[in-house]
Antibody, heavy 121, light 108 residues
Framework: QVQLVESGGGVVQPGGSLRLSCAAS????????MHWVRQAPGKGLEWVAF????????YYADSVKGRFTISRDNSKSTLYLQMNSLRAEDTAVYYC??????????????WGQGTLVTVSS | EIVLTQSPGTLSLSPGERATLSCRAS???????LAWYQQKPGQAPRLLIY???SRATGIPDRFSGSGSGTDFTLTISRLEPEDFAVYYC?????????FGGGTKVEIK
């Protein structure tokens, strides 16, 4: 069965950096686009970033553009999110989500359990 | 950016009752690329409906989706105890992908 397991969350000071990972299994990772979606405490869902199945295209929410970088290692079936210049408003649970297709405009058919990122001094 | 507005914010109902959740888009959603997710406390969201009206694998038929253009509806025909949760709509036809603010279905 499909499994997505995030790791790398924690507490970081404003201006700091963090790298999240998402280990995928149970499907052909090289075939599907992957996303990061976040949820601030007590708030709704916010799409963060997307990477195409082959890594050739990447898209970002305006709120993270220029600070976050999404990447993937298809040989390891792993998705990453490098987060730099972190702000208090980046505090959230970060979910890895599998796209239902190879490209950008697909729904999310599987989600990981999330990893909490707290930006605080 | 397409803004999705969900209503009501909270729906208080009893088990066995019918739930009707609304999702209104600020502009037409391409090709009915509208999905619904369910989220319970402390859990990740789960896909319920995609393409406006197609149920995801394993989703019971008491869940149904309808609509087009800018107005979409999720209906739960008879609420079961496990259906009390927060529901989000999401459009995936335009960039950026966006979610509604959610509707909480709580036990009355």
């Amino acid at each position: 069965q499909v499994q997505l397991v995030e790791s790398g969350g924690g507490v970081v000071q404003p201006g700091g950096s963090l790298r999240l990972s998402c280990a995928a299994s149970g499907f052909t990772f090289t075939t599907y686009g992957m996303h990061w979606v976040r949820q601030a405490p007590g708030k709704g869902l916010e799409w963060v970033a997307f990477i195409r199945y082959d890594g050739a295209n990447k898209y970002y929410a305006d709120s993270v553009k220029g600070r976050f970088t999404i990447s993937r290692d298809n040989s390891k079936s792993t998705l990453y999110l490098q987060m730099n210049s972190l702000r208090a408003e980046d505090t959230a649970v970060y979910y890895c989500a599998k796209g239902s297709g190879s490209y950008y405009k697909y729904f999310f058919d599987y989600w990981g359990q999330g990893t909490l990122v707290t930006v605080s001094s | 950016e397409i803004v999705l507005t969900q209503s009501p914010g909270t729906l208080s109902l009893s088990p066995g009752e019918r739930a009707t959740l609304s999702c209104r888009a600020s502009q037409s959603v391409d090709s009915s690329y509208l999905a619904w997710y369910q989220q319970k406390p402390g859990q990740a969201p789960r896909l319920l409906i995609y393409g406006t009206s197609s149920r995801a694998t394993g989703i019971p038929d008491r869940f149904s989706g309808s609509g087009s253009g800018t107005d979409f509806t999720l209906t739960i025909s008879r609420l079961e105890p496990e259906d009390f949760a927060v529901y989000y709509c999401q459009q995936y036809g335009s960039s950026p992908l966006t979610f509604g603010g959610g509707t909480k279905v709580e036990i009355k």
